[in-house]
């Protein structure tokens, strides 16, 4: 038995080399898929934790402020509660490296002398350095060799406005100490990051480690009693989780994008299945006529897509890590940018991944294959023998599996609106069962609209009508573009207008002529302190009409992390920069501007569930407080949040100095070219970066664009899985319409024209593929604005049409089957006229 | 040689290498590091002043022991130690803008005998010497030094200047110890060496400042496991600073204190080399009237006549010893009141060494005096670094 297998193996796999190769490269592209979407979303949490063991250690404990620091005396504190073994400071924040590339690096100050508990240390001839000499730091080997540094070498950083020379006293390997660790560590002792960052008194966090048997629970808890409501006291595991919460709607969207790549790699799995049982059929009828027992002939068919399923996951794990290295920046970036977090340094592979990798792989052809297999090995063997059964069935089928699409759709609809509403997932399951629902209307509705169609000659339209008779071949590859379309409709719209209504929130919000903040910024947020000195002098400066300051910091509001603004809210003419979509402009201004009440944003309002009226809960360095809520404003920015008081309530509250932004409004006339070269001028040495009104539009798009570029990449998979289907399904009705074709051929048909049948039914399908698409790609995206992205992000996104980019990737959908059909169309054409047997007769 | 020369391997754990660097290698660390004061024969002393500490010596400490008694019905006989080291990595505290910034720790060990019993207590803290952590006050202001306790500790142990003599306060709530002593001194201050010049070795600058209060009357309270117990009795203070450390053949030290019942007071001490021999050897004996004899190697000698065996670190001691002054007609045997009185950081690798109660007993094995004797850099790997 298994030398027939192994020997019919070979000479199929010989005899179909186009089909085997789109069958591996269908599983491939499937595992693929799902495998650089896990090894992404891995490494963005494994890029916190590396970070985290790298200055941490083995702390049991980590206590944080939910205000942005916390004084050093907290370091005393831990050190006296009962359990504590040992408690050290702990000051991190990224730093811009100065010169070109915009290198940041992450800048860890810690005390070199507790007793030390982080994984490395600094040898006995170097503490003396440490503590001493101006600048001495130590640095990953990396990136010294990147950076061509060796010991004794200066560089220079930049956090806010001032600059500071750094001297590289140590190389240490900080991925031996932890292999997902930054390469961009530089670690100073606590003194000198103090004083580099001009945080004098005032730590990020403080580590703990706990003496023997004592239970970190209860530790934490007299911690956090101890140092009252400003702390937050978090074991290793709850830091993580913190981390992944805050990118769990990133990671979902990741997921979820990934999931119907696989959804529709699974389609393609089935239908390359098919082809290889189709043509199979005779053989397998021969063989069953010869003695083979039913449970042999499923024997060989599983065998052989279990081959199949594991050639495609050994081409799909490279493929897949491909993928994911060639995204990492994208997703890296996007990290940094809206989350904060540390960028992806390295990937990480993990091994459940790769078994993920296996399963879905392997798992998936031969799941897609059983029923087909199963069926075929149930036939009678003059069944087998026989053509065309297959299809009559799946035709009998359509309209029962219409309805069970419909019920599914009603089915689902009914339950949001009772019991999902207020299940925040609940958008992802509305939408899982669109995706279901839409295949299971396929075979119908291609029947259906087929049929409809008058084909008036041998040619195009013949080809697109005959679509409607082999269903049980070209509903897979239908619904599976259907489903690749929908996607990529449902993703375009959606993005499309939230771009669109982005667009028209900068264009009310972003009304400043000249924006300064500085280089570090974009990273380092509320540790980037603008110098007063340069502050007051961009007051000052001539051409400069008024000026709003902000202090842009983080904060709690309950157990909710938000951004917290502190700004000139009444500054003369500034009306414009809040759109409410809650309260009465005007009088929020008034008071807002008073101390008396703060705004927030829509994202906060909604998942927070506050409006005009409540109260706002925060905490202060002095305690909690509430403070009332004047207006909602719309807000893009923060997906976590974000409420805005007045500056001067932000530092009589907070105790804060220092800002973070200036931005400047000029006299009529005054150019903003001029003034940004004149602050160049007057500031030549200080890291500030200044934005015009339309650089800072321009960037805040670019971030945009780049957050989606995954998004992309992954409809383009999905896309090229879904035209790969229409291939094989092509090359499998030519194979199975051999006879057919030689009846064609037998009665005048030319080869030209058999062609042009085949090319019809590959753009055919491409043509239903959109036809059943686009609706469901509409349904998507409203799912996408009004369910997912409410309940995750909390944007009002104003539904826009773009219209012209979906016809542009219509016509190239249209295109790549036309080109996609081509191979099949030809191999028909070339069917000789003696194929013709007697049967066909 | 290298500073990395001298310490020893590390091995284990990270934990385990964690005090070394707190404490040998702090003090080892600031070896390349000039700019320090060295011990110099024509010192000026000016007392109370030179109670406080001196910025810019490497190293200093405040070293007590003594034997406390409590009258109450089942009380206890106690030995006690309180140290306060402040050991120098940088001359002077670097200008950072940064209650961090520090030019090097301050260090406490401090330990309670209950000798009736046989129980041995220690406990010590390292700290980076910041305000908030450690601070050693200036002249004269009481406060001599403040160092945040251990690590599961409320608050800080201190050693304050109380006109007449020194407070010392130190607790260790996992050790479920704690103790509040008031001092006064007896004796006027007595320098040890001429001018108060101790001589470690032939090298210059191998030498310390060196002097001692022999006898404090010493009250307050000790607490032992929650039951506060209200004592009496004498102390004696050795106080140090200098900038030297061991040279590379020294490998630790024998070091006696002995308060005879006669009223004369006998200190001693022996720097040990790799051999075994003592290659440097001082000593002094206090007459009651408070008059000084600095004694000469030749004048005396120590004679070990047993040894113990640490359950705890493999380290064997010298466990008795025969001491012998034949111009002041001294034959005493020294004995400890009992052996475990060895100090092990809880921290383990911590450099340990045995610091115990002693008795001292004349050549017909009656009671002649009690004391406290300290021997560093027994045991493997366990030189002490200063």
């Known amino acids: ?841 | 040689m290298t500073t990395c020369d001298r310490i020893p391997p590390r091995r284990g754990s990270r934990a385990r290498r964690a005090t070394w660097i707190a404490l040998g290698l702090v003090a080892g660390a600031a070896a390349g590091a000039g700019g320090f004061r060295i011990a110099v024969p024509d010192y000026a002393w000016s007392f109370p002043r030179d109670h406080w500490a001196h910025e810019g010596y490497r190293t200093e400490w405040w070293y007590f022991t003594g034997h406390l008694d409590s009258k109450e019905p089942g009380a206890r006989s106690l030995g006690f130690q309180f140290t306060i080291f402040r050991i120098g990595i940088l001359p002077a505290r670097p200008p950072f803008r940064s209650e961090w910034a520090t030019s090097g720790v301050a260090m406490g060990h401090a330990a309670v005998s209950d000798l009736d019993r046989g129980e041995h207590r220690f406990s010590e803290t390292v700290r980076r010497e910041v305000p908030l952590l450690a601070s050693f006050g200036l002249h004269p202001d009481p406060e001599i030094a403040r160092v945040q306790g251990p690590a599961g500790t409320d608050g800080a142990w201190t050693l304050r200047w109380n006109g007449d003599g020194f407070d010392l306060e130190a607790r260790d709530d996992a050790e479920r110890f704690r103790m509040s002593l008031s001092t006064r001194a007896e004796r006027p201050v007595v320098l040890q060496g001429p001018n108060g010049l101790s001589r470690k070795g032939d090298a210059p600058g191998a030498a310390s400042q060196y002097y001692s209060v022999t006898r404090l009357a010493t009250r307050g309270t000790v607490v032992l496991d929650g039951r506060e117990i209200p004592v009496a009795g004498e102390s004696w203070m050795d106080r140090e600073f200098g900038s030297s450390e061991l040279s590379e053949e020294q490998v630790g030290w024998d070091w006696f204190a002995l308060r005879l019942d006669d009223g004369r007071d006998l200190m001693l001490y022996a720097l040990r080399d790799r051999g075994g021999e003592a290659g440097v050897r001082n000593g002094s004996l206090v007459r009651p009237g408070g008059e000084v004899r600095l004694l000469e190697a030749s004048d005396w000698s120590v004679r070990p006549l047993s040894t113990w065996t640490s359950g705890v670190t493999g380290a064997t001691y010298p466990a008795k010893w025969r001491i012998e002054i034949p111009s002041e007609g001294l034959a005493l045997v020294v004995v400890p009141d009992f052996s475990e009185q060895e100090n092990v950081a809880r921290t383990p690798r911590a450099p340990f060494y045995w610091e115990g109660s002693v008795s001292v007993l004349d050549g017909a094995g009656g009671r002649a005096g009690r004391g406290y004797v300290e021997l560093t850099g027994y045991g493997e790997r366990n030189r002490p670094p200063v």
Request: net charge positive.
């Open chain 1, 1 to 841: 038995m298994i030398r027939v297998f192994l020997r019919g193996l070979a000479a199929h796999f010989r005899a179909g080399r186009t089909l085997l190769i789109l069958s591996v490269l269908g599983v491939a592209l499937g595992v693929a898929s799902v495998l650089s979407v896990q090894i992404l979303n891995g490494s963005a949490l494994g890029a916190f934790e590396g970070g985290l063991r790298a200055v941490s250690g083995e702390a049991d404990l980590t206590i944080l402020g939910k205000v942005p620091t916390v004084p050093d005396a907290w370091v005393r504190e831990a050190m006296s509660e009962r359990g504590v073994a040992a408690a050290w400071p702990v000051v991190r924040t990224p730093v811009k490296l100065e010169g070109p590339g915009g290198v940041f690096l992450d800048l860890a100050g810690v005390d070199v002398l507790a007793p030390v508990w982080f994984p490395w240390d600094v040898p006995p001839g170097e503490v003396a350095a440490a503590l001493g000499a101006p600048g001495w730091a130590a640095v990953s080997e990396k990136l010294a060799r990147e950076r061509g540094w060796a010991v004794g070498d200066v560089f220079d950083v930049s956090s806010g406005s001032r600059r500071v020379r750094l001297r590289v006293g140590l190389l240490v390997d900080f991925r031996k100490v932890s292999p997902l660790a930054g390469d961009r560590l530089v670690v100073l002792d606590i003194a000198q990051a103090q004083d580099a960052l001009g945080l004098e008194g005032a730590v990020h966090q403080v580590d703990v480690k706990l003496s023997p048997g004592a239970s970190r629970a209860e530790v934490g808890e007299r911690l956090a009693r101890r140092l009252g409501p400003a702390a937050q006291v978090l074991t290793p595991e709850q830091r993580r989780s913190q981390a992944a919460g805050l990118l769990s709607a990133f990671r979902l969207n990741l997921t979820a994008l990934s999931l119907i790549s696989l959804l529709v790699g699974a389609f393609l799995v089935h239908t390359t299945t098919q082809a290889a049982l189709v043509r199979r059929r005779a053989e397998l009828g021969l063989l069953r006529s010869l003695g083979t027992t039913r449970r042999q002939v499923l024997a060989i068919l599983v065998a052989e897509v279990a081959l199949l399923g594991v050639l495609g996951t050994l081409l799909g794990i490279p493929i897949g890590y491909w993928a994911a290295a060639a995204n990492v920046e994208a997703v890296s970036a996007t990290l940094s940018n809206l989350y904060l977090l540390e960028g992806i340094g390295s990937l990480g592979l993990e091994p459940w991944v790769l078994a993920l990798a296996v399963a879905v792989g392997l798992g998936g052809a031969v799941a897609g294959a059983l029923l087909p297999a199963l069926e075929l090995s149930r036939r009678d063997t003059r069944a087998l023998l026989a053509p065309f059964s297959l299809h009559e069935r799946v035709g009998k089928a359509a309209p029962r599996l219409a309805v069970a699409g419909c019920a599914i759709l009603a089915g689902t609809g009914v339950w949001y609106a009772g019991l999902g509403r207020g299940w925040r997932p609940a958008g992802f399951v509305v939408a899982l069962s669109l995706l279901i629902a839409l295949p299971a209307m396929t075979p119908w509705l291609l029947r259906t609209l087929c049929g409809r169609l008058r084909a008036r000659g041998f040619g195009l339209a013949y080809g697109v009508k005959a679509l409607g008779v082999k269903l049980g071949t070209t509903s897979f590859a239908v619904a599976a573009l259907g489903i690749a379309v929908a996607m990529l409709v449902g993703i375009t719209v959606m993005v499309g207008s939230f771009r669109r209504t982005l667009e028209v929130w900068i264009d009310a919000t972003i009304r400043a002529d000249v924006y300064v903040t500085t280089e570090s910024w974009r990273r380092a947020r509320e540790t980037a302190v603008l110098d007063p000195a340069v502050v007051s002098a961009l007051l000052r400066l001539p051409g400069v009409r008024s000026a709003d300051r902000l202090r842009r910091t983080r904060a709690f509001s309950g157990e909710r992390r938000i951004a917290l603004v502190g700004r000139d809210v009444g500054m003369p003419g500034g009306e414009g920069r809040f759109v409410l979509i809650e309260g009465d402009r005007a009088d929020a201004i008034r008071r807002v501007a008073a101390g008396e009440a703060a705004m927030i944003g829509e994202p906060l309002a909604r998942k927070a569930g506050l409006g005009v009226g409540d109260r706002l809960p925060l905490t202060a360095p002095g305690g909690n407080f509430e403070i009332p809520i004047a207006g909602v404003y719309l807000d893009y920015a923060e997906e976590h949040g974000s409420a805005v008081l007045d500056l001067s309530a932000l530092e009589s509250r907070f105790g804060l100095a220092g800002l973070t932004n200036v931005d400047l409004y000029l006299e009529p006339g005054a150019s903003p070219e001029r003034i940004m070269d004149s602050i160049r001028g007057r500031f030549p040495d200080a890291p500030l970066e200044l934005l015009s009104n339309r650089r800072l539009r321009e960037e805040i798009l670019e971030i945009f664009d780049q957050t989606f570029a995954v998004t992309r990449l992954l409809q383009g998979m999905a896309l090229l899985i879904a035209v790969a289907g229409i291939t094989l399904t092509l090359l499998v009705l030519a194979r199975e319409r051999v006879s057919e074709l030689a009846l064609y051929r037998a009665l005048g048909a030319s080869r030209r024209r058999i062609l042009r049948v085949f090319l019809g039914e590959g753009v055919g399908m491409a043509g239903l593929g959109i036809l059943l698409g686009v609706p469901g790609g509409v349904a998507l995206a409203m799912i996408l604005i009004r369910l997912v992205n409410r309940a995750y992000f909390g944007w009002t996104i104003v539904p826009s049409w773009p219209v012209a980019a979906l016809a542009r990737q219509a016509a190239v959908l249209l295109a790549a089957a036309a080109a996609a059909s081509l191979y099949p169309a030809i191999r028909a054409s070339r069917t000789p006229a003696t194929e013709l047997r007697r049967d066909d007769l």
